[in-house]
C-alpha cells in the first residue's frame, strides 16, 4: 500500500530524514516542501493522504497550514502531523486547536515517525493525539 | 549505489554546516548593532534563534548528541531574548560567539556522541544557563485591546504572539490587509510586500485563506503593525494590495479564546487518481546542494570527452588527402568542431558551479578579528573588499585555516596595543584590509594591517640563533631575505607564544598549505607603518595550464603557474657550487636539476638535455633539465590513487590524447627535495 505523504520543514535535513524513513519502508510517495509557500501551491493542487508540518517556519507557519488545510476540499482527508519542539506550549495547543492528529516532537526516530504513520493511515477509524 | 542514509548524512552535515555559517554571520550583525547602540532588530533576533533551534532538531534526529544539547541550551538563551525576557549584554555576547567554534569542533568528531566531550560541554552549557531572565513585568495582555478575529489569533506561533504584544507595546497600530497572489510567484510578492512594509511596518503573519482563491491564486490576510495612521499606510502601500482596513480597538472585555473546531474525519480513501495537476507538481526551490565529488567525476567525463574528439580529428586528418571521402570528412569536422564547442561549455558550465565567493571565508574571519581584539585589548576596524570574488569550492576550503592564521598574526603581532598607536602618532583603531581580486586566472588575497610592520635584523638575528641561517650566510641576504626567514620552520618573532593563531602552526606551514594549493605568498612590510602579506592561487584546481615536456622519452606536466620561462641548455656553461650544478642566467646563479637523473631515468652525470624550465616557488628558482618543450595545454588531472599516493614529486597523472599520460610535476615537493633534501620530505609528512 503505498500512500502519498507530503512533509513541510524549512530545513533540507529533516525532509531528507523524513523522506528517507518513509520511503524505505516502501511505504510512500513522499512530497517535500521547503517553505509554506511552496506547500500552498503543492497543497492547492493535490491530495494527500498525510501532510507532516513544521511549527516554526518564517512567513506562512504551521498553524497556518493547518488552517488552510482545514478550509481546503482536496485535503479534508489528510492526517496532519505537526513537528514541533516543545510539546505542551502554546504552539501544539493551537494545533491540537486546529485538529493536528498527531504531533512529532523534535528530534524524533525512523521508527517513531514509521510507527505513528501506520497508526494514522490504518483502517481503523481511531485517531491518536 | 551508496547507501542512503549516507546521503542523508551528508545533506545533514552540509544543513548543519550552513547553519553554523548563517550563526555565525548574523551574531556579527548583532554585535555591531549593539555595539553602536542601534535598535536591534528584532527579525535578526529571530533569525538567529531559527538557525539554533533547527541545529537543535536536525543534531538529535542525526545522533549529534553534544551538538544538540549545545544548541538546546543556546535555543532556550535565545528564545528568552527574542520574547524579551533577558536583555543582550557583552557577556550574553560572548557566550554566542563561544557557541561557533563549539559546533565547528562538535561538528566534526569522529564519533558525535564522545564521551570525552562530555565535561566541556557540560561546563559550557552551564554558563549558558548562568545568565539571568529578567522577568517582564505583567500589566494585563495588550493584545486584548484590538478586537483580532479570534481564527488569526488561533493560528500565531508564541514567537508570532509576543511580536504583537510588543508591536502593540511599543504603540504601534494594527491593520489587516487582504490581497490576492499568484501561487508561482507568491515568493516574490511577498518579498515584495515585505520590503515595501519595512519602513513603515512590521508584519506580524500571513494567513492563507479559501476566500477569494483558486488553483492558481490564493487570499492571505496580513496582519501588520504599523507606526502611521491609516490614510498614510495606505497611501503608502499606493493600494496595490488591495485595502488596508485598522483593526478596531476594544472597548469592552474580550471574548474566551477560541475553543477547538470540530472538523469531519472523513475515513481514508486511497490515493487519487485524478489529480488534475499532477504535471505542476514541481519543486521551486532555485538551488540545489552537490557533492563536490560529483563535480569532480563530471569534470573527469568531460576529459574523457576530450579525448574522443581529439580521436575523431585523427579520423579527420587520415581521410585529408583521401579524395573520395572528401564529404564526409568535411562533415566529420564540422561535427568535431561543434563538439569541441560544446565541450568547452560544458567544461566552463561545471567550472562555474564549482566557484563560491570568498566571502564565506571572509565571515569566518570577521569573527577571529572580534575574538582577537578583545583578547588582545586592541581596537580594529575590518575592512574587506571584493568578499564577491569567486573561487573553487576545495580552494576556499583549504583556504580558511591560513587565512585563519595570518589574521590572528596580524592582530596579535602586527597592530599595536592603542596606546601604543596613540604614542606613534596613529589612530587608536587600528586597520585590518581583506582584500580579494581576480588577476588574469588567479585570485589575489591580501590580508594587510596599519600596525608596528616586522623587524627584518630582528628576524635574522633570530634565525641564526636558532641555528636556520649561518652568520655568513645572512651577510649576502637583502631585507626582503631577511623578511622570507618567517616561512622557515620553527622561527616566530616573539618568544612568548600567545594560544593564538590556530593551534600552535608556524608561517612555515601556512606557506606549505598555500604551495600546495599551487599557490604562492609574498610578504611587504615596512616599520612602523604595516605589513601586507599576499596570497596568490590558481582560481580552480580541476583545470590546470601546463606545460608538456619530454624527459628520456617519457612525457610530463609543469602547472604552468610555477613556470617562469624555458632558456636552451648549454652543458658547458654548467658550473658546480657546494656540490650543486649551478648555470648563471642574466648574471643570476640559478641552481639546476635534470629531471632524468632524478627520476633515475638516466645516469647520473651525463650532460644530456636540451631545455632549462625554470620554476619559481615564493623568492626561490630551480632550473628543471629537460629534452622537449612539447607546448602548453589545459589539462585536468587525475589523482594517482591511494596505492601511489605517498609517491613524491608528482601531482596526478593527465591524459593527452593519443592514448598518452603525462604526470603532473608537484613543483613544491621538487623544491622541497632538491633543497632541503629528503629528510625535510618526511618530516614535511609526519605533520599532522
Not at chain 2, 551538538?67 to 531574548?81: M, N, P, T, W, Y
Not at chain 2, 504584544?165 to 516574490?188: Q, W
Not at chain 2, 618567517?486 to 598555500?514: A, C, H, Q
Not at chain 2, 610578504?523 to 592561487?537: C, F, N, Y
Amino acid at each position: 500500500m503505498a500512500f502519498h505523504a507530503l512533509i513541510v520543514d524549512d530545513s533540507s535535513a529533516v525532509r531528507a530524514f523524513v523522506r528517507a524513513s518513509l520511503e524505505n519502508a516502501n511505504f510512500a510517495r513522499v512530497e517535500e516542501a521547503g517553505t509554506g509557500f511552496e506547500a500552498l501551491r503543492i497543497l492547492a493542487t493535490h491530495a494527500f493522504d498525510v501532510v507532516i508540518v513544521d511549527v516554526n517556519m518564517p512567513d506562512i507557519n504551521g498553524l497556518e497550514l493547518l488552517s488552510f488545510m482545514n478550509k481546503s476540499p482536496r485535503q479534508q482527508g489528510a492526517r496532519k502531523i505537526l513537528i514541533s519542539t516543545q510539546a505542551g506550549g502554546i504552539d501544539s495547543q493551537r494545533g491540537v486547536d486546529l485538529g493536528a492528529d498527531a504531533f512529532l516532537k523534535k528530534p524524533f526516530t525512523v521508527e517513531e515517525l514509521r510507527d505513528l504513520v501506520s497508526r494514522l493511515l490504518a483502517p481503523v477509524e481511531g485517531v491518536s493525539g | 549505489m551508496s547507501d542512503p542514509r549516507d546521503n542523508v548524512q551528508q545533506e545533514f552535515l552540509a544543513e548543519a554546516q550552513e547553519l553554523v555559517e548563517a550563526l555565525s554571520r548574523d551574531l556579527l550583525l548583532l554585535d555591531e548593532a549593539h555595539h553602536r547602540g542601534e535598535r536591534i532588530d528584532p527579525a535578526l533576533i529571530n533569525e538567529i534563534f531559527r538557525s539554533v533551534h533547527t541545529l537543535k532538531g536536525i543534531a538529535g534526529m542525526f545522533g549529534y548528541k553534544h551538538v544538540g544539547a549545545v544548541a538546546h541550551a543556546l535555543e532556550d538563551l535565545l528564545d528568552d531574548l527574542r520574547l524579551g525576557r533577558t536583555a543582550i549584554g557583552q557577556n550574553l555576547l560572548d557566550i554566542l560567539f563561544d557557541s561557533i567554534e563549539r559546533f565547528q569542533s562538535l561538528l566534526t568528531l569522529e564519533d558525535p556522541q564522545s564521551p570525552q566531550e562530555e565535561a566541556g560541554v557540560q561546563h559550557y552549557i552551564a554558563a549558558i544557563r548562568s545568565i539571568g531572565i529578567e522577568e517582564e513585568v505583567e500589566d494585563g495582555d495588550p493584545i486584548d485591546k484590538y478586537a483580532i478575529d479570534p481564527a488569526v489569533l488561533g493560528v500565531l506561533t508564541e514567537y508570532e504572539e509576543h511580536r504583537l504584544r510588543a508591536c502593540i507595546r511599543e504603540g504601534l497600530r494594527l491593520y489587516r490587509l487582504r490581497a490576492s497572489f499568484k501561487l508561482m510567484s507568491i515568493d516574490d510578492s511577498i518579498e515584495a510586500l515585505r520590503e515595501k512594509a519595512q519602513e513603515e511596518a512590521e508584519i506580524i503573519t500571513y494567513l492563507p485563506s479559501m476566500e477569494g482563491g483558486n488553483d492558481d491564486t490564493i487570499e492571505l490576510v496580513v496582519l501588520l503593525a504599523a507606526r502611521v495612521p491609516e490614510e498614510e499606510l495606505n497611501a503608502h502601500f499606493e493600494s496595490r494590495y488591495g485595502s488596508i482596513e485598522a483593526i478596531a480597538e476594544r472597548t469592552h472585555l474580550p471574548t474566551l479564546p477560541p475553543r477547538r473546531t470540530s472538523i469531519p474525519v472523513l475515513s481514508m480513501r486511497p490515493p487519487s487518481e485524478d489529480d488534475g495537476g499532477q504535471a505542476s507538481l514541481r519543486s521551486v526551490a532555485d538551488s540545489v546542494r552537490v557533492d563536490i565529488r560529483k563535480l569532480d567525476h563530471l569534470m573527469s567525463v568531460v576529459g574523457e570527452l576530450a579525448l574522443v574528439r581529439s580521436a575523431v580529428n585523427r579520423i579527420v586528418d587520415s581521410f585529408k588527402n583521401d579524395v573520395t571521402h572528401r564529404q564526409s570528412s568535411m562533415d566529420l569536422d564540422r561535427i568535431g568542431r561543434g563538439l569541441e564547442r560544446q565541450l568547452l561549455e560544458l567544461r566552463t558550465g561545471i567550472l562555474d558551479v564549482r566557484m563560491v565567493p570568498l566571502g564565506q571565508v571572509f565571515n569566518k574571519l570577521a569573527r577571529i578579528v572580534r575574538q582577537a581584539a578583545r583578547e588582545d585589548d586592541k581596537q580594529v576596524r575590518l575592512v574587506v573588499t571584493g568578499a564577491n570574488t569567486e573561487v573553487d569550492k576545495l580552494i576556499v576550503e583549504e583556504l580558511t585555516d591560513p587565512l585563519m592564521h595570518l589574521v590572528r598574526n596580524a592582530i596579535d603581532h602586527g597592530i599595536e596595543s592603542p596606546e601604543a598607536r596613540v604614542r606613534a602618532h596613529k589612530r587608536e583603531e587600528g586597520t585590518l584590509a581583506l582584500n580579494a581580486y581576480h588577476k588574469g586566472s588567479n585570485v589575489v588575497i591580501e590580508v594587510e594591517d596599519d600596525g608596528g610592520g616586522m623587524n627584518a635584523h630582528q628576524l635574522r638575528d633570530e634565525a641564526i640563533e636558532r641555528g636556520l641561517l649561518t652568520a655568513e650566510a645572512s651577510q649576502e641576504l637583502s631585507r626582503q631575505g631577511m623578511l622570507d626567514l618567517v616561512f622557515l620552520p620553527g622561527l616566530s618573532t616573539r618568544s612568548e607564544v600567545t594560544d593564538m593563531s590556530g593551534r600552535g602552526v608556524g608561517m612555515d606551514v601556512v606557506k606549505t598549505n598555500i604551495l600546495r594549493l599551487g599557490g604562492m605568498i609574498t610578504i611587504a612590510s615596512e616599520q612602523g607603518t604595516g605589513t601586507k602579506i599576499t596570497v596568490t592561487l590558481p582560481i580552480t584546481l580541476a583545470i590546470i595550464r601546463a606545460l608538456i615536456v619530454t624527459v628520456a622519452a617519457r612525457t610530463f606536466a609543469f602547472p604552468i603557474t610555477a613556470v617562469q620561462e624555458a632558456v636552451p641548455y648549454v652543458p658547458n656553461d654548467v658550473h658546480t657550487i657546494h656540490g650543486r650544478n649551478v648555470i648563471t642566467l642574466r648574471g643570476e646563479t640559478l641552481a639546476i636539476c635534470d629531471l632524468g637523473q632524478l627520476f633515475g631515468l638516466r645516469k647520473s652525470g651525463g650532460r644530456e638535455g636540451r631545455f632549462v624550465v625554470i620554476a619559481s616557488m615564493g623568492h626561490r628558482k630551480l632550473g628543471f633539465v629537460v629534452d622537449e618543450l612539447i607546448g602548453q595545454d589545459d589539462v585536468i588531472i587525475k589523482s594517482l590513487g591511494k596505492s601511489l599516493s605517498s609517491v613524491r614529486g608528482f601531482a596526478g597523472a593527465t591524459d593527452l590524447g593519443d592514448q598518452k599520460v603525462a604526470l603532473m610535476l608537484d613543483a613544491p615537493s621538487l623544491f622541497t627535495e632538491y633543497f632541503e633534501g629528503p629528510d625535510a620530505f618526511r618530516a614535511l609528512e609526519s605533520r599532522p
